[in-house]
């Protein structure tokens, strides 16, 4: 063909299709139960320079487009260009036969016709007709949020956002949580996914199918031999929890649990001796090696005060009232690194309260540690476990919610660090520590007890006890050797601030920008006043001034939903599956006078065979880790789009990399290794 009329040709092509441009949209469902719709999917782009009418998405694949797991592609002309994408709007609509399905759509990406690729990030449930709209990937804060459809949605969500979430109260002087009338009623973006409600039942009798043990749950004896406790134990076993069972009695391992176990958050240094706890260097130095004065300079001195138990109303289980108490433990850092127990008071107050030491008879010295160890678990449960991890977590979670658009950056930060958390709390409430909850039934502080220690607790909660830098300061702890819990806790703190800095360093260029980012300061002033219920006491912030304040505060809600979760709920059947070394309630009141005790009180003092088996089964539930566990620092929802933090967020995953071969290289040189706090051990998530 002649050149000339080559062009004339495209010049009437061009004509004929109305100078039309093309879409690319490719549409990606999420790979989980039900997400499937065989629905009619509609969509509509919308850009800087206008908009494309509403679009049937009808391809090659017909109704299976849209299946679960499906990733299908289509085309939309528009007669021109429509600018930079601002959003899409999507809706589904049945057809005749078929009823109306819910569809979880995972993202949607369109290649414009200058050839650039825009996503938007989805992951949520469709399952009406009505139109919805989702955001171009790039976060945006409110006061650049300025094309007026962007706008609007922005608003659109937020008002639908309030009305799903909102706060209420479950019981006065504790965290606020999700408002919901039963465990269905719950927005369905925040449920378990179908794999992991399938999994987890959420009982005690589950527990014991799993442990074979139902055969004793109708056991209301006492043990009557140690290893009865040994045969049931068996049933069971983890590498640590057999370490647990050959060592519970020595001093050494009871010390070292202080560091390393499940509540490390109690011990602390100790320079001037309570002024309750009489001991003299006579009594804890008996061969004069050591005085008290001295080490207490040298900082060898450690104090565990579980004053927080004082005067606590103890349960009554299988009709028998049941002993809690709230002792002072004073121990030594000897030249061998070790956490010796030097003296343990079981109550505050002098009366009728002798000064048990490792020198007194075998059983005088071992029911001491015994009640240490059952208060601890009531101390840990409460106020390490359900206040400072799952209830703030959920206060954090409800207040970005209810605050927070998707498109905005913290919220692309924030929101895998909230996965399942409100269901799980749920759970726990109606399971745990509701009037017929397991704990409730069969702890020490179950019923009362339990109001009066979480009121306390939340009372004495600061902010500077949540950052564990500036908590192990407090407790004089810097120094401390083989406290795996602060060596491998402040270097996932230090990763997480590094990585919060530049992510929201990215979108916050000073301080002003933080100043004038309305919802970010609604968002923490919810925290403040439905988590902290306004006391300015603790320290929490009440809005943010500064980029410092916002990262540091950033880095803790991630680290508290985390990593101190995972410090605190990992290990619970490795150190409390032994029973002996965890025991949930204690049936005997504490020995008023040395010499009274023998191998037949210690087991009279244990709880009875069937509370025993309930509390190891509801922590074999609690530690287990279920299939679709998201670790630590993986981000499969893919909310942040843009190169720079899609970058940070690799070289986070790089350095948790790093920091995981460091922990396991370090527990291979371990007889009792540490792995809770390995990257690729813990989860996201409060999510159990
Ligand atoms: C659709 O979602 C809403 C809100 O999450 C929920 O209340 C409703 O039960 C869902 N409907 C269906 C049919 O799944
Ligand atoms: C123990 O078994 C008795 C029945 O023998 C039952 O009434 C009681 O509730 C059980 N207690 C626990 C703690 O499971
Ligand atoms: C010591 O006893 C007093 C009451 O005698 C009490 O108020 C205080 O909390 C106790 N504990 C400590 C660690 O001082
Ligand atoms: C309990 C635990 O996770 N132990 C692991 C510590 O690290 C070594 C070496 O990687 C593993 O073999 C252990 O299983
Ligand atoms: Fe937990």
């Given at each position: 063909?002649?050149?000339?009329?080559?062009?004339?040709?495209?010049?009437?092509?061009?004509?004929?299709?109305?100078?039309?441009?093309?879409?690319?949209?490719?549409?990606?469902?999420?790979?989980?139960?039900?997400?499937?719709?065989?629905?009619?999917?509609?969509?509509?782009?919308?850009?800087?320079?206008?908009?494309?009418?509403?679009?049937?998405?009808?391809?090659?694949?017909?109704?299976?487009?849209?299946?679960?797991?499906?990733?299908?592609?289509?085309?939309?002309?528009?007669?021109?260009?429509?600018?930079?994408?601002?959003?899409?709007?999507?809706?589904?609509?049945?057809?005749?036969?078929?009823?109306?399905?819910?569809?979880?759509?995972?993202?949607?990406?369109?290649?414009?016709?200058?050839?650039?690729?825009?996503?938007?990030?989805?992951?949520?449930?469709?399952?009406?007709?009505?139109?919805?709209?989702?955001?171009?990937?790039?976060?945006?804060?409110?006061?650049?949020?300025?094309?007026?459809?962007?706008?609007?949605?922005?608003?659109?969500?937020?008002?639908?956002?309030?009305?799903?979430?909102?706060?209420?109260?479950?019981?006065?002087?504790?965290?606020?949580?999700?408002?919901?009338?039963?465990?269905?009623?719950?927005?369905?973006?925040?449920?378990?996914?179908?794999?992991?409600?399938?999994?987890?039942?959420?009982?005690?009798?589950?527990?014991?199918?799993?442990?074979?043990?139902?055969?004793?749950?109708?056991?209301?004896?006492?043990?009557?031999?140690?290893?009865?406790?040994s045969r049931v134990f068996w049933c069971k076993q983890t590498e640590i929890s057999e370490y647990v069972e050959e060592h519970w009695k020595e001093d050494a391992f009871?010390?070292?649990?202080?560091?390393?176990?499940?509540?490390?958050?109690?011990?602390?240094?100790?320079?001037?001796?309570?002024?309750?706890?009489?001991?003299?260097?006579?009594?804890?130095?008996?061969?004069?090696?050591?005085?008290?004065?001295?080490?207490?300079?040298?900082?060898?001195?450690?104090?565990?005060?579980?004053?927080?138990?004082?005067?606590?109303?103890?349960?009554?289980?299988?009709?028998?009232?049941?002993?809690?108490?709230?002792?002072?433990?004073?121990?030594?850092?000897?030249?061998?690194?070790?956490?010796?127990?030097?003296?343990?008071?079981?109550?505050?107050?002098?009366?009728?309260?002798?000064?048990?030491?490792?020198?007194?008879?075998?059983?005088?010295?071992?029911?001491?540690?015994?009640?240490?160890?059952?208060?601890?678990?009531?101390?840990?449960?409460?106020?390490?476990?359900?206040?400072?991890?799952?209830?703030?977590?959920?206060?954090?979670?409800?207040?970005?919610?209810?605050?927070?658009?998707?498109?905005?950056?913290?919220?692309?930060?924030?929101?895998?660090?909230?996965?399942?958390?409100?269901?799980?709390?749920?759970?726990?409430?109606?399971?745990?520590?509701?009037?017929?909850?397991?704990?409730?039934?069969?702890?020490?502080?179950?019923?009362?007890?339990?109001?009066?220690?979480?009121?306390?607790?939340?009372?004495?909660?600061?902010?500077?006890?949540?950052?564990?830098?500036?908590?192990?300061?407090?407790?004089?702890?810097?120094?401390?050797?083989?406290?795996?819990?602060?060596?491998?806790?402040?270097?996932?703190?230090?990763?997480?601030?590094?990585?919060?800095?530049?992510?929201?360093?990215?979108?916050?260029?000073?301080?002003?920008?933080?100043?004038?980012?309305?919802?970010?300061?609604?968002?923490?002033?919810?925290?403040?006043?439905?988590?902290?219920?306004?006391?300015?006491?603790?320290?929490?912030?009440?809005?943010?001034?500064?980029?410092?304040?916002?990262?540091?505060?950033?880095?803790?809600?991630?680290?508290?939903?985390?990593?101190?979760?995972?410090?605190?709920?990992?290990?619970?059947?490795?150190?409390?599956?032994?029973?002996?070394?965890?025991?949930?309630?204690?049936?005997?009141?504490?020995?008023?006078?040395?010499?009274?005790?023998?191998?037949?009180?210690?087991?009279?003092?244990f709880p009875d065979v069937n509370t025993t088996v309930q509390g190891m089964s509801t922590m074999w539930l609690l530690s287990k880790q279920s299939s679709d566990f998201?670790?630590?620092?993986?981000?499969?929802?893919?909310?942040?789009?843009?190169?720079?933090?899609?970058?940070?967020?690799?070289?986070?995953?790089?350095?948790?990399?790093?920091?995981?071969?460091?922990?396991?290289?370090?527990?291979?040189?371990?007889?009792?290794?540490?792995?809770?706090?390995?990257?690729?051990?813990?989860?996201?998530?409060?999510?159990?």
């Amino acid at each position: 063909m002649h050149s000339s009329s080559r062009l004339r040709l495209v010049i009437i092509l061009l004509l004929s299709k109305g100078n039309m441009v093309n879409y690319e949209v490719t549409v990606f469902t999420g790979n989980r139960a039900e997400a499937t719709t065989l629905n009619n999917v509609f969509i509509k782009l919308v850009g800087t320079d206008g908009e494309s009418k509403r679009k049937w998405l009808m391809g090659l694949k017909g109704a299976s487009a849209f299946i679960r797991g499906a990733v299908s592609s289509f085309n939309i002309c528009c007669p021109a260009s429509l600018g930079e994408l601002v959003l899409i709007q999507l809706d589904k609509q049945r057809l005749p036969l078929f009823p109306e399905d819910s569809w979880f759509p995972a993202k949607v990406e369109v290649k414009s016709p200058e050839g650039n690729i825009y996503r938007f990030p989805i992951h949520g449930w469709i399952n009406n007709s009505n139109t919805h709209y989702f955001r171009e990937g790039t976060a945006l804060k409110v006061f650049e949020d300025t094309h007026h459809l962007g706008a609007y949605s922005r608003l659109q969500e937020m008002k639908k956002r309030e009305q799903d979430y909102n706060w209420a109260v479950y019981m006065e002087g504790m965290p606020h949580c999700i408002k919901a009338d039963n465990p269905l009623s719950l927005p369905c973006e925040v449920m378990f996914s179908f794999t992991k409600a399938s999994e987890f039942a959420f009982t005690a009798s589950t527990g014991l199918v799993e442990l074979k043990l139902k055969g004793l749950a109708d056991c209301k004896k006492p043990w009557t031999d140690i290893d009865s406790i040994s045969r049931v134990f068996w049933c069971k076993q983890t590498e640590i929890s057999e370490y647990v069972e050959e060592h519970w009695k020595e001093d050494a391992f009871f010390g070292y649990q202080f560091l390393n176990g499940v509540n490390p958050r109690l011990i602390r240094r100790c320079s001037a001796l309570p002024s309750n706890l009489s001991v003299t260097d006579d009594m804890v130095f008996p061969s004069g090696q050591y005085s008290l004065a001295e080490e207490m300079k040298k900082g060898n001195i450690f104090l565990c005060d579980y004053r927080n138990l004082d005067g606590v109303k103890a349960n009554t289980i299988n009709g028998k009232q049941q002993y809690l108490t709230a002792p002072l433990v004073l121990l030594h850092r000897t030249p061998d690194a070790k956490m010796m127990p030097l003296a343990i008071q079981l109550k505050q107050t002098p009366a009728d309260n002798p000064v048990f030491l490792p020198s007194d008879s075998e059983y005088d010295w071992l029911t001491a540690k015994i009640f240490v160890r059952s208060a601890d678990f009531n101390e840990h449960q409460l106020n390490t476990h359900l206040l400072r991890t799952h209830l703030l977590a959920e206060v954090f979670a409800v207040s970005l919610l209810r605050n927070l658009p998707m498109v905005h950056p913290l919220y692309k930060l924030l929101i895998p660090h909230t996965r399942y958390t409100l269901q799980i709390n749920y759970l726990a409430r109606l399971f745990l520590i509701s009037e017929t909850g397991v704990f409730t039934k069969f702890s020490a502080s179950g019923g009362e007890g339990m109001t009066t220690i979480l009121k306390r607790s939340l009372s004495s909660m600061t902010y500077s006890s949540l950052c564990l830098p500036e908590d192990i300061a407090e407790r004089g702890l810097e120094a401390v050797p083989n406290f795996y819990y602060k060596d491998d806790g402040l270097r996932l703190w230090e990763i997480i601030h590094r990585f919060v800095e530049r992510v929201l360093g990215h979108y916050y260029k000073s301080d002003t920008d933080v100043q004038k980012d309305s919802e970010l300061q609604k968002w923490i002033g919810d925290i403040f006043e439905h988590g902290f219920l306004s006391q300015a006491s603790t320290g929490i912030p009440q809005g943010f001034s500064t980029m410092t304040e916002l990262n540091k505060f950033v880095t803790m809600v991630i680290f508290t939903g985390s990593c101190q979760h995972a410090a605190v709920n990992s290990g619970q059947y490795d150190y409390g599956g032994w029973m002996p070394n965890t025991p949930i309630t204690l049936q005997l009141p504490p020995p008023t006078r040395k010499g009274t005790t023998s191998e037949e009180t210690m087991l009279q003092t244990f709880p009875d065979v069937n509370t025993t088996v309930q509390g190891m089964s509801t922590m074999w539930l609690l530690s287990k880790q279920s299939s679709d566990f998201v670790p630590f620092g993986e981000y499969p929802e893919e909310h942040f789009t843009e190169e720079i933090p899609c970058e940070l967020i690799k070289d986070f995953q790089a350095e948790l990399k790093k920091l995981s071969s460091d922990i396991k290289a370090r527990n291979s040189t371990l007889k009792l290794p540490y792995p809770y706090l390995d990257p690729t051990a813990l989860e996201n998530s409060v999510a159990i």
